[in-house]
């Protein structure tokens, strides 16, 4: 039974465009959503991340927006650059707990 | 930003061996993890470590699996005697404080049991 469910297991999109990565979670406990990105040959690195009392976060290019009631999440990637190109987990786990539930990636490629 | 080192990056070993997997937390922290990641498969919860205690573990964790940190050196992974599944790569991450938002993680070591 997966926890945290990532829709995708990849994705292109051309530079320039939206990519949308989304994400939904089964436990009600969850109250804190980060998204990790990792390239090829690299550990997982933190990105941005929400918690369960916003709607929608934003750093630079990334968004997430956040539905609590229907317990999913997305990531969008404004004006994607071939940099982008790379595996993003979607994570979730309790308030103050320091024990992540990860999802199982997507994987994104961005053509230029 | 702040490093975890995983040493050696990919290890190959017979079933039945004992492996010890090296972790060289961020400096200042006090938390420390390690995660399984399967090919293809999500990565899992294994085992925290504050003061010298593992603090929580997951069904993952074997009998045959143990960590330590002597004297603030690496922080290790030690299977003994490995099986098949093991074969996974291994991520350490290490935490200033409680909360999952400091989590930093290494690059991982590429465990292949024979």
């Known amino acids: 039974q997966q926890q945290v469910r990532q829709s995708s297991q990849s994705l292109t999109v051309w530079e320039g465009e939206t990519a949308i990565l989304n994400c939904s979670y089964e436990n009600s406990a969850f109250d804190y959503f980060p998204w990790y990105q990792q390239f090829p040959g690299e550990g997982p690195a933190l990105l941005i991340a929400i918690r369960s009392v916003s709607d929608k976060k934003e750093d630079g290019r990334f968004t997430i927006f956040f539905n609590k009631r229907e317990k999913n999440l997305s990531l969008h990637i404004k004006d994607s650059q071939p940099g982008d190109s790379a595996t993003y987990f979607c994570a979730a786990s309790p308030s103050g707990y320091n024990k992540l539930t990860f999802g199982k990636g997507t994987v994104l490629l961005v053509s230029p | 930003g702040p490093k975890v080192l995983q040493i050696p990056s990919h290890q190959i070993i017979d079933m039945g061996q004992m492996v010890t997997l090296n972790c060289d937390p961020v400096s200042n922290h006090l938390y420390f993890y390690w995660y399984k990641q399967i090919l293809g498969q999500q990565m899992e919860f294994l085992v925290n470590?504050?003061?010298?205690?593992?603090?929580?573990k997951s069904k993952l964790f074997k009998d045959q699996f143990s960590v330590e940190r002597p004297d603030g050196s690496y922080f290790t992974l030690k299977i003994q005697p490995t099986a098949l599944e093991d074969s996974a790569v291994y991520f350490c991450a290490s935490s200033l404080g409680q909360s999952a938002e400091t989590l930093y993680f290494g690059s991982g070591t590429r465990l292949t049991v024979l």
């Open positions: 470590f504050y003061n010298g205690k593992v603090m929580e």
